[in-house]
């Protein structure tokens, strides 16, 4: 015997997409932190070198991406992710390039975000591929 038939019309999804959508965000913040770490040659070379409060800002930066990749599950965590984008921002002060940076990434973020609202929308009309039931194809 089934159980008495559920009032929900849209069926929850068997797999958790947010689970998927923490890691894209957890990748994204690795990824800017390899970024940033990258671009400390770069401005140690072309940018006239690096001070101990620069190089200090960016290694700093970079690990605090680091540690918030491991945050994602917190509710908290997109707009820590997207305060991360203004710091990064701010280190146009340091060099140009990481103002390049952090432009790019806010556009990544952005994209996210969109990304963030389809997945929201979709899982609420029940389009989720793991929200099909037998009867749908």
């Given at each position: 015997m089934n159980g008495p038939p559920s009032h929900d019309p849209v069926p929850a999804p068997a797999t958790d997409p947010w689970k998927g959508f923490r890691g894209v965000m957890a990748g994204a913040?690795?990824?800017e932190a390899i970024t940033v770490l990258l671009a400390l040659p770069v401005v140690a070379a072309v940018g006239g070198g690096l001070e101990w409060w620069s190089t200090a800002y960016l290694v700093v930066l970079a690990a605090v991406m680091v540690v918030g990749s491991g945050l994602q599950r917190r509710p908290w965590a997109i707009p820590f992710n997207l305060?991360?984008?203004?710091?990064?921002?701010a280190g146009t002060f340091i060099h140009l390039s990481i103002g390049i940076i952090g432009i790019v990434f806010a556009a990544v973020w952005v994209?996210?975000?969109?990304?963030?609202?389809?997945?929201k929308k979709r899982m609420e009309m029940g389009l989720l591929p793991s929200q099909r039931t037998e009867n749908q194809g």
């Open positions: 913040l690795i990824l305060g991360l984008q203004i710091f990064v921002m994209f996210i975000l969109v990304l963030r609202a389809d997945v």
